[in-house]
């Protein structure tokens, strides 16, 4: 009864937070957004349903690991698919811009994964060994 509740809880707030980023609801009710992704980390991190377990999967993780990577990469990838795609396609129909879309999002996650493996762990190791390290 209480796993039921618990995922109807998170439904509810995905729902909420779908809603408050789509529809042009006045900035005096960001709470909502706010009150809804409270409940979100507060019903997955209590819950042991789909939602979390597919959190908790090790492609999950390691987009959490590499997700400050892709952060970074994703902006010069957008441009670039942008660009791209003004050129080859002067009036796309929606499937063609989901397909971009597709496109971009998975550009972005293998730049941020490149720029994550040759950059950020070395650099990171490199750092840990030169702050750890006693120099005497």
């Known amino acids: 009864q209480n796993q039921l ?5 998170c439904i509810l707030s ?13 900035s005096r009710f960001d709470w909502i957004f706010v009150l809804a992704f409270s409940t979100l980390i507060l019903s997955l991190s ?12 090790r492609p999950m993780v390691y987009l959490g690991e590499i997700s400050y990577s892709v952060y970074l990469v994703h902006s010069l990838v ?3 698919v942008g660009q791209i795609s003004k050129k080859l396609f002067e009036n ?7 397909a ?19 950059v950020e762990q ?3 190791t490199r750092l840990r060994v030169w702050c750890v390290e006693p120099k005497y």
Do not use: C, K
């Open 92 to 98: 796309p129909d929606g499937i063609m811009v989901a």
């Open 46 to 57: 209590t819950s042991q349903g789909l939602a979390t377990q597919t959190l908790a999967s």
């Open 100 to 118: 971009v879309a597709f496109v971009a999002v998975i550009a972005s996650v293998v730049g941020g994964h490149l720029l994550y493996v040759f």
């Open 122 to 124: 070395p650099w990171r």
């Open 14 to 26: 995905v729902l909420a937070i779908i809603v408050s980023a789509v529809a042009a609801i006045p």
């Open 78 to 80: 957008l441009s670039v």
């Open 5 to 9: 509740e618990l995922n109807v809880l």
